[in-house]
Structure formats: C-alpha cells, structure tokens
C-alpha cells in the first residue's frame, strides 16, 4: 500500500497531542502512560467512578484494559464509556484474557452490549472467544485459534460493526470489509509484559485523530512494530529491549513510517 496516509496519520497526531483516557491494568499502567506519550499523545489514567464519565468526556479516546478487573473497575468502564459514547469519542477496548474466567468473559460481553466500541484489539484466542470462534485463552496468552484468522476477524467485524484488531506475527486489521495485513515487529516484543497493552494505547492516539478506525489501527500497529524492531536492534535481550522501545517509539518519524511501514491489504 502507499504508505503516505500512514505516515500523514501519525505526523497528525503528533502535531494534535490528543489526551488519551485509559483505564487499564495496574501491571502496565505506567508502560502505557510513557508509550502515549512517546507516541505523540497525552495520557490520563483516571479509574474512580466519581471522575471517570467527566475525563473522558474531556478526551481524543478512550482505553479501556480489562488486564486486572474488579467490580469498581468495571462500573469506571461503563461510566467512562458511556460518557464517550454521548460525546461521539472513539473507545479502544483490550480485552485482556478473555476467555480465561468467567468474570473477564461476562464483563467483557458487557461492555460490548452497552457501549458503542470504535475498536477492539486483542490477541487471536481473545478475538477467537468474542467471534464465537474455536479459540482458547491460557491466561492472558493466547492457546489457539482453529479456523482461518482473517476470516474470524472479519466475520466479527461484520457482525459487531466494530473494527477489529487481531494482533500477532502478522497483525490483523478489518471493518468487515477492508482488511489490512501489518508485518511489522519482532519476536523480542513477546518477551516482555506489556507491549500488546501498549499497542492499544498507541491505538489509541492514532484514532483520536482519524475517524477511519481501520487506518489508524494499522498506523498505530506498523508504528509500533516498525519501533520494536530498531530496538531490538540495540537490544542483547528484554533488560536491553523495554527501554530502547520507548526510545524508539519517540524517536519515529513520520518519514520512517513512508519507507519503512509493511502494510498490505488482504
């Protein structure tokens, strides 16, 4: 693909600065704080209920982790994201181990019944479970997906009208419709806690400025893919990796996105 929209995309979102909203996990809370900021956003992680509709009503996006829940968590989401919803604001769900206990199962479907979700982005087993596939979940690491991923990602595209993001070796990202194949990363991004969470934050910044969830998924995806694989580079293992991402991440340009982005649609 031209790799010139991409490119535009996240020099957009680093000119606009968008305040990203999360509630997240507290195993990686301060990874995606520094990983927004690294990419051209400011972040907030605001999970009382008492404040959570009004700072996302204050936001570019919202970003909503379900890594660590609990019931104050989940009535934050809810709060948070119906305030976005009525402020027309894009809500990023990462549906962290999905699949691998009834309460991350429930509260997953219910956050998707009562809210209006711009994307989701999730490993194969965690798509797999919401598409109703043949997919299992060991954690929060995914076990398996049987069936062709492309086809379940874009069934539940279909189904659900959310743009779906079915990370792995090869990302995958689909309305429905159009499908985008992203071939940036390395393996050393799967030796650390923490980076699909920061991909979804990086998600996050690249559609609070786009209302075309498909391309700023794969912008956000090929951004910080293209930025793993420059640090691995510098890196002798994940002591090494974890800091030279971020250094990475911020140093990436719009101009690195034009020659070095490997998206292709399917």
Same mark, same amino acid.
């Given at each position: 693909?031209?790799?010139?929209?991409?490119?535009?995309?996240?020099?957009?979102?680093?000119?606009?600065?968008?305040?990203?909203?999360?509630?997240?996990?507290?195993?990686?809370?301060?990874?995606?704080a520094?990983?927004?900021?690294?990419?051209?956003?400011?972040?907030?992680?605001?999970?009382?209920?008492?404040?959570?509709?009004?700072?996302?009503?204050?936001?570019?996006?919202?970003?909503?982790n379900?890594?660590?829940?609990?019931?104050?968590?989940?009535?934050?989401?809810?709060?948070?994201?119906?305030?976005?919803?009525?402020?027309?604001?894009?809500?990023?769900?990462?549906?962290?181990?999905?699949?691998?206990?009834?309460?991350?199962?429930?509260?997953?479907?219910r956050?998707?019944? @009562?809210?209006?979700?711009?994307?989701?982005k999730?490993?194969?087993?965690?798509?797999?479970?919401?598409?109703?596939?043949?997919?299992?979940?060991?954690?929060?690491?995914?076990?398996?997906?049987?069936?062709?991923?492309?086809?379940?990602?874009?069934?539940?595209?279909?189904?659900?009208?959310?743009?779906v993001?079915?990370?792995?070796?090869?990302?995958?990202i689909?309305?429905? @419709?159009?499908?985008?194949?992203? @071939?940036?990363?390395? #393996?050393?991004?799967?030796?650390?806690?923490?980076?699909?969470c920061?991909?979804?934050?990086?998600?996050?910044?690249?559609?609070?400025? #786009?209302?075309d969830?498909?391309?700023?998924?794969?912008?956000?995806?090929?951004?910080?893919?293209?930025?793993?694989?420059?640090?691995? @580079?510098?890196?002798?293992?994940?002591?090494?990796?974890?800091?030279?991402?971020?250094?990475?991440?911020?140093?990436?340009?719009?101009?690195?996105?034009l020659?070095?982005?490997?998206?292709?649609?399917?």
């Amino acid at each position: 693909m031209d790799n010139q929209v991409f490119s535009a995309l996240l020099s957009q979102a680093r000119k606009q600065h968008p305040l990203v909203h999360h509630i997240t996990n507290y195993v990686t809370v301060n990874d995606c704080a520094n990983i927004t900021i690294c990419a051209g956003g400011a972040p907030v992680m605001a999970d009382a209920a008492e404040e959570a509709g009004e700072m996302a009503s204050l936001s570019g996006s919202l970003v909503l982790n379900i890594g660590t829940l609990n019931a104050g968590i989940i009535k934050s989401m809810l709060l948070a994201g119906k305030a976005a919803n009525n402020h027309k604001i894009p809500i990023i769900l990462d549906p962290v181990g999905v699949g691998a206990t009834r309460l991350r199962t429930e509260s997953c479907r219910r956050l998707l019944d @009562e809210l209006t979700v711009a994307i989701v982005k999730g490993n194969a087993g965690e798509i797999g479970v919401l598409a109703g596939a043949d997919a299992k979940v060991r954690g929060v690491d995914s076990a398996g997906l049987k069936g062709d991923p492309v086809a379940v990602a874009r069934t539940f595209a279909r189904d659900t009208g959310i743009t779906v993001v079915m990370s792995g070796a090869t990302d995958i990202i689909t309305d429905g @419709e159009r499908v985008l194949l992203v @071939e940036n990363g390395h #393996s050393l991004m799967g030796t650390i806690s923490g980076t699909g969470c920061m991909a979804t934050s990086v998600t996050g910044v690249c559609a609070a400025v #786009s209302k075309d969830r498909v391309m700023a998924a794969a912008t956000a995806l090929a951004a910080f893919g293209l930025a793993g694989e420059r640090a691995a @580079e510098k890196s002798r293992g994940p002591g090494s990796f974890k800091p030279a991402l971020f250094d990475e991440m911020a140093a990436l340009t719009p101009a690195d996105i034009l020659t070095g982005a490997r998206i292709k649609s399917s």
